[in-house]
């Protein structure tokens, strides 16, 4: 039966039909709708788990408990995970585990771009990648058992481009109906890595490394196409698709098990063209392992090492080292191409970060300073706004341009007690979200109240994870499945830290939130600020919107400091988009207002 799915539409589907049984994640773009995919599925325990570490953790428990297991995650939360990925390569498994890493080349949502093809090389485990969705759904079957076959996990590394696209599947298998019963097998030399048993499985990587490596020469997916043998071109993933279109005719090899690499298929191919190339992805995983080999071999060197590619990057460098040939103009006029105008990234309208970073913007820079993209000193009179990552961290654009810093998940508090504790003279507050907080923030906060810092953190509690999807996380009780549970209490947990100081309030209360934040950070102790208010967009709120009556207006423009998408300006006047207003509910614009002329539309 054939169906068009998404890459990661058919690694749910692939990894169901291989017997899976258990699935963990952290939700994070571009590997999101893998576990909410699989959370429809029977016979499957899936989980969001509070982190990508916490993720894999669990999974090792399962698949040591004999259930094929899958644990998805972003790319950069590989590094969070990285403790227990490294643990699991050395201890190995009972039942098959894949820990899939969807990497994000261009940065299209991540705040960092990484190869995390090296994770495999550094932890010694089998890589593989998919290059469309149909090897993503065959691979699913073929990871578990080559997890199984060398008592390894297997790194399954998609990119966006794969992890989203549609193409066509044959979907020609059916999920086992004797999928395995849950069975530990006790064994403290395999489990228990004290330095005894940890330098005896220490050995035991090198020769499964040795074994995988004879493993993949004849590994099927692995792909000889011959064409013209002046050029030959290695690649995988998305890259090999990008080389297909711009290589038209030349012989290819496709790899699919990129760690370890199929050293004598490598030298086969070698042999039979004159030329060899490599067509990849940010860093040079494939060169640099052919090179190896000692075979001549090109590709970074008119390859963008920076961003996602596409068949017209690859097709520039390609003719700039001489590889193709430039293509003949064409008579005809040629049709400019149609120029998007340039759009901003914002928060949505009636979206509960906008008011408090309103607020963090008008107390903590001095408005008399233009901004700049260049280090200034601050004045003695503004304040740190140390972020986390979120949707709030679109405060950073202007007009609100209220943050500092944003290092990675949970980091915000940390980074806020470094600075105190470095000396700085200027006050602080961090700023996170309450999935963030739940993820790594609070570790942070023990770490203030033991180090007796005096940091003020700003939870923005919006009751989901608004960034990549609106999943649940223990704040919420809300299981990847939408059954409701117990909830973790945000004031309890603080308080259960050690933290004396904690306001509940509304972010929609501009007044409070100014009065409040003002009150804590002129405090030497340290405070936590929870102010909450509904994701507008989950909770689909919408009132009486708002609108500019014109006799009140003094044009000064201060609600479009505000930031948000339902106000716009023509020449001087201002106007509210009533499709895109919440109306009182939100009430942030009208509270700006000096002269009160935001008010509800008549009807």
Known sequence: MKQLLS??????????HSGMGFATAYPGTPS?????????MEGVYSEWSINEKVALEVGIGAAYAGIRTLVTMKHVGLNVAADPFFALATTGTNAGIIVVSCDDPGEHSSQGEQDNRHFAKFAKVPMIEP????????????????????????????????????SVVNVNRERPSNVSDPKFLRSSAKYVMVPSNARVRRIAMEERIAKLR?????????EMIMGDRKLGVISSGIAYQNAREVFNGASF???????????????????????????????PHLEEEIRLLGIDVSGKDFIPIIGELNPEIVEAGAIKSGLIPTPPRSNTTEVPAVQIPPRRPQLCAGCPHVGPEFILRKIAFDSSVKPSLTPREMTEKE????????????????????LDTCVCMGASIGVGL?????????????????????????TGLIDVVYKQGNTTVLILDNRTTAMTGHQGHPGTGVSVTGTKGPEVNLEKLCEGIGIKDITVISAFDLETV?????RCVETDEPSVIIARGPCALREKIKGTPFEIDADSCIQCHECLDVGCPAICITGEDINIDPAVCVGPACGVCAQVCPSEAIVEMKR
């Open 32 to 40: 999101t709708e893998i576990l909410q995919n699989i959370s429809s």
């Open 418 to 442: 470094g600075m105190s504790k470095a000396g700085i003279p200027n006050k602080g507050v961090a700023v996170l979200g309450d999935s963030t907080f739940m993820h790594s923030g609070v």
């Open 7 to 16: 890459g990661n539409e058919a690694i749910a589907l692939g990894a169901y």
């Open 131 to 166: 290059t469309d969705s149909q090897e993503a759904y065959e691979l699913m079957d073929w990871a578990f058992k080559i997890s199984e076959e060398f008592d390894t996990p297997v790194l399954f590394r998609s990119t966006t481009r794969i992890s989203h696209c549609k």
């Open 214 to 222: 004879e493993y993949v020469e004849n590994f099927p997916l692995n």
């Open 253 to 283: 090899l496709k790899l699919v098990t990129t760690y370890p690499i199929p050293e004598k298929l490598i030298r086969k191919f070698a042999s039979e063209v004159e030329k060899v190339i490599v067509i990849e992805e940010l860093d």
């Open 514 to 518: 100014e009065s409040t934040i003002r």
């Open 383 to 402: 304040m740190v706004i140390t972020s986390d990552i979120g949707c709030y961290t679109l405060g950073v654009y202007e007009p609100l341009g209220a």
